[in-house]
């Protein structure tokens, strides 16, 4: 069975940084999965953060965070990490991270509910 697991979050000041790992079993990130970050904060949707496409290294932001988070992926561990640097108050949420065989980084984005296999989040909490 394919399973993600997030780590990392925790509580941090505005302008610091945080690095979120997602280690996956039951799956191969090599294999062309695509693999991405999203967040939820409380009453809101959840908004696409960054994506990674394996198949060919190509990465994807939101506009929230582009110059600020950088995804990247360590195939020799299987995992993907989300580096967060000048966090601020609004990056408040549960991160969650996503993997999909089909390497479609673009449009998950937008309809993270294609996304095939989910983690169960990690806290991040940034105060001011």
């Known amino acids: 069975e394919a399973q993600l697991v997030e780590s990392g979050g925790g509580l941090v000041q505005a302008g610091g940084s945080l690095r979120l790992s997602c280690a996956a079993s039951?799956?191969?990130?090599?294999?062309?999965?695509?693999t991405a970050w999203f967040r939820q904060a409380p009453g809101k949707e959840r908004e696409g953060v960054s994506c990674f496409d394996n198949s060919d290294g190509s990465t994807y932001y939101g506009d929230s965070v582009k110059g600020r988070f950088t995804i990247s992926s360590d195939v020799a561990k299987n995992t993907v990490y989300l580096q967060m640097n000048n966090l601020k108050p609004e990056d408040t949420a549960v991160y969650y991270c996503a993997a999909d065989p089909m390497p479609n980084c673009r449009a998950y984005m937008k309809r993270y509910r294609d996304l095939e296999v989910w983690g169960r989040g990690t806290l991040v909490t940034v105060s001011s």
């Open positions: 039951g799956l191969i990130f090599a294999d062309d999965y695509a």
